[in-house]
């Protein structure tokens, strides 16, 4: 009796363990035929969109935030999603489920792969697709009055330039224009990131995508109206956004950053505005964008959500600034002379307007970089343009000057009245610089005077003042319709 229950525990505990071993490799079978499904296929363009913001930065790139609301099932999920800019940064790309009050919530998903999509529909992406497949080219030759269409079917086997095998021939760049029957899986017609999704939420969520992107950019400008006799100005200052991408940002909220951001690539691709000028001053005037601290960096936040069309700009008013102060200055740069001057130089005196921004001044905020128009409005009520410039980012409680234009009534003359070398790499030389102002009005003129090399001066009719290492600078008084000369030695060794 012993030996038979041993006998047939034996066989029962073979079975147990072959049926245990059935189960183990059935559900091993299911995990890999899971593991091997194929994800769910989605896709998700603009039209889910809740909202899109854009901080554009005035080095021609944005960081873009879009909010959309995409309805996702639980597993493995292949996303296309589409309607992205054509310029974006992959590795830039960050993904967050948030909540309706748009703050991050937990993560019900991730990510794990990314493909970005952005050679779009053009002839070597379809041509490509078409490698090793038949091709029609077709060609019009005239036949006696009229043209007849001839076509040909080759095999194409590379591009750039395109080979294509015509029955024994091979032609390389064949003449004619390429039928195609059909677009080819896998080409797309916009720029589009897929997404292979882990998600453990059925349902809707809000999906947060920030990117940065290239080719949106935003620029300054200034237009002053000068009142010289009172030596004020009023001036507007205009935001020209500019999006050089095929893609709509509509209903954006939009924040502009001033400042030079630091970037792994940087790419200077600064558009210059070609804004209406004389009209900004007669539209209607609006509250200020004030600007706020952002760390080292100063941004505007726009009031109203904008639309930014594809290949577009558009003007927003950001600054409004009434009966500013500014000075008017007359210069002139020379150049370095280290040899014999052949010729006297003649040159008209640069005019400056040199503005202070403070609160005396009637500024006293940051002021970004961009163009800076000056008007002037005449006796019969028009506007004159006086001239333009260009205004680096200005601090509070900094100053700038701003070259306009040239003086038609203040000439200065250089002339190099004597040259000699002291030694082998040392010279002698004395100038002369005769200022004329046929102006009704006595002027004052600053004369920079440019010398390379160790140098000092021996003689001088005025005394001056050395700026730096290069400069001698002579502030001169010139009476009304009359002239002043300075004369100066100089002694170089190079």
């Known amino acids: 009796m012993n030996k038979y229950l041993s006998n047939n525990l034996s066989r ?79 590795s830039s790309i960050l993904v967050t489920p948030v909540s309706a009050m748009g703050k991050n919530t937990a993560k019900n998903f991730t990510i794990e792969e990314q493909l970005y999509e952005h050679h779009t529909l053009n002839r070597n992406s379809l041509l490509r697709k078409f490698i090793g497949q038949k091709v029609k080219y077709s060609r019009s030759i005239l036949d006696g009055v009229a043209y007849e269409k001839f076509f040909r079917e080759g095999i194409l086997l590379a591009i750039n330039p ?144 904008t639309d930014l069309a594809p290949f577009g700009q558009k003007q927003i008013r950001l600054l409004e600034t009434n009966a500013a102060s500014y000075k008017r200055r007359y210069t002139s740069v020379s150049e370095s002379f280290s040899y014999r001057m052949a010729d006297a130089v003649s040159k008209s005196a640069a005019v400056n307007i040199e503005i202070n921004n403070d609160q005396k001044s009637g500024l006293g905020q940051p002021l970004p970089a961009g163009n800076v128009r000056a008007y002037l409005q005449s006796n019969n009520g028009q506007l004159v343009l006086l001239g333009e410039s260009r205004m680096p980012h200005l601090a509070i409680d900094q ?33 002369e610089i005769k200022i004329s102002n046929a102006k009704p009005t006595s002027v004052e003129v600053e004369l920079f005077e440019k010398h390379a090399g160790d140098w000092e001066l021996s003689q001088q009719s005025q005394k001056g003042e050395k700026i730096d290492s290069r400069t001698q600078r002579y502030i001169v008084k010139v009476p009304a319709r009359s002239e002043k000369v300075v004369s100066y030695t100089v002694k170089t060794r190079n």
């Not at 899971?34 to 809740?50: C, I, Q």
């Not at 969520?205 to 009172?230: F, H, R």
Request: aromatic content about 8%; some cysteine; charged content about 25%.
């Open 12 to 90: 029962l505990s073979r079975i147990g363990a072959f049926a245990c071993f059935t189960f183990i490799a059935a559900i091993a079978s299911m995990s890999v035929e899971l593991a091997m499904a194929e994800p769910v296929l989605l896709t998700s363009t603009d039209r889910d969109r809740e909202s899109v913001s854009l901080t554009i930065y005035n080095g021609n790139f944005a960081v873009v935030t879009d909010i959309r609301e995409v309805s996702i099932p639980i597993g493995l999920v292949k996303l296309d999603f589409q309607d992205v800019s054509e310029f974006l940064e992959p």
């Open 162 to 305: 395109e080979v294509v095998k015509f029955g024994d021939q091979i032609e390389i760049a064949p003449e004619g224009t390429i039928s195609l029957p059909f677009v080819p899986e896998g080409v797309s017609l916009k720029p589009r990131l897929e997404w292979l999704i882990d998600n453990k939420k059925q349902g809707k969520q809000l999906i947060q995508t920030t990117y940065t992107t290239g080719k949106i950019g935003w620029s300054a400008d200034y237009v002053m109206l000068l009142n010289p006799d009172k030596n004020q100005f009023d001036m507007t200052t205009w935001v020209t956004l500019s999006n050089e991408s095929d893609n709509a940002f509509d209903a954006a909220e939009v924040v502009l950053v001033a400042g030079e951001v630091n970037r792994i690539a940087p790419k200077n691709r600064r558009r210059q505005s070609e804004m209406a000028d004389a009209a900004m001053m007669s539209s209607a005037r609006s509250n200020s964008i004030a600007p706020m601290p952002l760390m080292d960096y100063y941004q505007y936040v726009l009031p109203r959500i």
């Open 399 to 431: 100053e700038t000057s701003l070259e306009i234009g040239r003086a038609f009534d203040i000439q200065v003359h250089r002339t190099q009245t004597s040259f000699k070398r002291t030694s082998e790499r040392g010279t002698a030389a004395s100038y």
